[in-house]
């Protein structure tokens, strides 16, 4: 384990001068842009993007500092092999699924967590710790857009996921998180895991959000993150209807005349390469003939627009 007392030594190991480390973390609020995405649900998700340096930055404290750190097993986000497939697997075939939502997860997140949990004193000098704090931390959270922030989510929570994972085994529980959705499923009262939950959330600094709160007992569709899990992963109805539709209007129409007729700014190719990756994430979860028919049309269009 490297020990980092000195900034020029932490400086070395990033690659990037000590002056310009600490010029950024001095004015961090010039080195941000707020982004407004529109959320699936309606509303919007405010991202704090950061500008070219500040994100070189975070990536090689990411990639030096953070990308080796231990995660928990129950983690299936913003890790090597993880994913939403992997995320909605272990539900598959219970009898009962609970969803949880920590409610404002990355807002809630504050800078002595950082600075205690992911830059702890037995391996940075206090001053390390105070300036990798800082240029990790936006404001008053943990910015949504920096490149570190989902590695220290998943950092800052470890503890939570094995006392929450410890006390589902030991009643067959299974739980899995995914960022700041929790699942579980199997045969239980929802009542005292989500008041076991609640508590724990509590002691780290973070709260149920209620109106988040999903059961789905036996006979109901029940879904995990997106993909329906009562016998085997699938994409929700929805949202294969919608690759569907899309694949038949393009192809009868052309994809630019598709793209004009929705005022989609995007290119041809553009949209193309996006619809691709639907599909294979479609296709990943559940085998549809129509999806596998459509997805060799929409790789036929790509190479002939190369």
């Given at each position: 384990?490297?020990?980092?007392?000195?900034?020029?030594?932490?400086?070395?190991?990033?690659?990037?001068?000590?002056?310009?480390?600490?010029?950024?973390?001095?004015?961090?609020?010039?080195?941000?842009?707020?982004?407004?995405?529109?959320?699936?649900?309606?509303?919007?998700?405010?991202?704090?993007?950061?500008?070219?340096?500040?994100?070189?930055?975070?990536?090689?404290?990411?990639?030096?500092?953070?990308?080796?750190?231990?995660?928990?097993p129950y983690a299936t986000a913003?890790?090597?092999?993880?994913?939403?497939?992997?995320?909605?697997?272990?539900?598959?075939?219970?009898?009962?699924?609970?969803?949880?939502?920590?409610?404002?997860?990355?807002?809630?997140?504050?800078?002595?967590?950082?600075?205690?949990?992911?830059?702890?004193?037995?391996?940075?000098?206090?001053?390390?710790?105070?300036?990798?704090?800082?240029?990790?931390?936006?404001?008053?959270?943990?910015?949504?857009?920096?490149?570190?922030?989902?590695?220290?989510?998943?950092?800052?929570?470890?503890?939570?996921?094995?006392?929450?994972?410890?006390?589902?085994?030991?009643?067959?529980?299974?739980?899995?998180?995914?960022?700041?959705?929790?699942?579980?499923?199997?045969?239980?009262?929802?009542?005292?895991?989500?008041?076991?939950?609640?508590?724990?959330?509590?002691?780290?600094?973070?709260?149920?959000?209620?109106?988040?709160?999903?059961?789905?007992?036996?006979?109901?569709?029940?879904?995990?993150?997106?993909?329906?899990?009562?016998?085997?992963?699938?994409?929700?109805?929805?949202?294969?209807?919608?690759?569907?539709?899309?694949?038949?209007?393009?192809?009868?129409?052309?994809?630019?005349?598709?793209?004009?007729?929705?005022?989609?700014?995007?290119?041809?190719?553009?949209?193309?390469?996006?619809?691709?990756?639907?599909?294979?994430?479609?296709?990943?979860?559940?085998?549809?003939?129509?999806?596998?028919?459509?997805?060799?049309?929409?790789?036929e269009q790509l190479r002939n627009?190369?």
């Amino acid at each position: 384990m490297i020990v980092y007392t000195q900034p020029q030594t932490l400086a070395q190991d990033l690659g990037i001068p000590v002056s310009t480390l600490f010029r950024v973390s001095f004015h961090l609020d010039r080195h941000y842009r707020r982004v407004a995405l529109p959320k699936a649900g309606g509303g919007v998700r405010i991202l704090s993007v950061p500008d070219p340096i500040l994100k070189k930055i975070q990536r090689q404290i990411l990639r030096i500092l953070l990308f080796h750190r231990p995660v928990s097993p129950y983690a299936t986000a913003y890790r090597p092999g993880g994913g939403v497939r992997v995320n909605a697997l272990p539900h598959c075939g219970q009898q009962m699924v609970l969803r949880l939502d920590i409610l404002h997860f990355f807002d809630s997140v504050r800078y002595q967590q950082i600075k205690e949990v992911i830059f702890p004193a037995g391996i940075f000098s206090e001053k390390l710790r105070v300036l990798l704090s800082c240029l990790c931390y936006c404001r008053d959270g943990l910015p949504q857009g920096a490149p570190t922030s989902p590695a220290i989510s998943n950092l800052l929570l470890r503890e939570f996921d094995f006392a929450v994972g410890d006390w589902c085994d030991a009643r067959g529980i299974r739980y899995t998180r995914y960022c700041d959705d929790l699942t579980f499923s199997g045969s239980f009262d929802p009542k005292p895991v989500i008041r076991m939950v609640s508590d724990a959330l509590w002691q780290e600094g973070f709260v149920l959000n209620p109106r988040k709160t999903r059961f789905f007992g036996p006979g109901h569709r029940q879904t995990v993150t997106g993909v329906v899990v009562n016998e085997r992963p699938r994409l929700e109805a929805s949202r294969r209807r919608q690759l569907r539709s899309e694949l038949y209007y393009c192809q009868k129409y052309g994809v630019a005349d598709h793209l004009a007729h929705l005022g989609d700014p995007r290119s041809p190719h553009a949209y193309l390469a996006a619809l691709l990756g639907r599909l294979d994430f479609a296709l990943s979860l559940s085998a549809e003939p129509q999806l596998t028919a459509g997805r060799a049309w929409v790789l036929e269009q790509l190479r002939n627009d190369l």
